[in-house]
Antibody, heavy 122, light 106 residues
Framework: QITLKESGSTLVKPTQTLTLTCTFS??????????VGWIRQPPGKALEWLAL???????RYSPSLKSRLTITKDTSKNQVVLTLTNMDPVDTATYYC??????????????WGQGTLVTVSS | DIQMTQSPSTLSASVGDRVTITCRAS??????LAWYQQKPGKAPKLLIY???SLESGVPSRFSGSGSGTEFTLTISSLQPDDFATYYC????????FGQGTKVEIK
């Protein structure tokens, strides 16, 4: 049974750096074809993909946020960490992590965490 | 970047209706498209992947079609549990979501 859970700062001041951790179980990020992604959703708005890291340490970032994002993995701890620098009130959103597999060629995010609401305010 | 455009933004329908949502990509994405359902306060749920493959456990009234730049999600007979917001997402090049289609009660 695959589960994921987000944790980290829920209130961040403008210009600060957000650090979120996705802790998962039921799969290994060292298995061929497996990845973990981050997606966010501002209140009342659409989903926005942020970043994705694969089993082979290939990392992908949203072009519009690439300069501010870093994604890393700790396979031994079953964790993926996302950092977003220079936070602004427009970054207020629910942040989700999610599992993806390329084997078979699904590509969609098939398991999601419950999400964590991050508020940016002074 | 590949942009995804859904239409309509909002759709009013009744239980039993056949519902179709369209998703267009700004360039060809072959069949690398997924559809999700999201209810308020909940994480999205994967319905369809590779444009037309039904995710395990998803009712057969949901179906997807299309390739290249134009795709559709069809609900053959809308059920009370189906009132939600639906998103398409491409994975031909990284990931991009559409802006969503809210299916509301008529």
């Amino acid at each position: 049974q695959i589960t994921l859970k987000e944790s980290g700062s829920t209130l961040v001041k403008p210009t600060q750096t957000l650090t979120l951790t996705c802790t998962f179980s039921g799969f290994s990020l060292s298995t061929n074809g497996v990845g973990v992604g981050w997606i966010r959703q501002p209140p009342g708005k659409a989903l926005e993909w942020l970043a994705l890291i694969y089993w082979d340490d290939d990392k992908r970032y949203s072009p519009s946020l690439k300069s501010r994002l870093t994604i890393t993995k700790d396979t031994s701890k079953n964790q993926v960490v996302l950092t977003l620098t220079n936070m602004d009130p427009v970054d207020t959103a629910t942040y989700y992590c999610a599992h993806v597999t390329l084997v078979p060629a699904k590509g969609g995010f098939d398991y999601w965490g419950q999400g964590t609401l991050v508020t940016v305010s002074s | 970047d590949i942009q995804m455009t859904q239409s309509p933004s909002t759709l009013s329908a009744s239980v039993g209706d056949r519902v179709t949502i369209t998703c267009r990509a700004s360039q060809s994405i072959s069949s690398w498209l997924a559809w999700y359902q999201q209810k308020p306060g909940k994480a999205p749920k994967l319905l369809i992947y590779k444009a037309s493959s039904l995710e395990s456990g998803v009712p057969s009234r949901f179906s997807g079609s299309g390739s290249g730049t134009e795709f559709t999600l069809t609900i053959s007979s809308l059920q009370p549990d189906d009132f939600a917001t639906y998103y398409c997402q491409q994975y031909n090049s990284d990931r991009t979501f559409g802006q969503g289609t809210k299916v509301e009660i008529k």
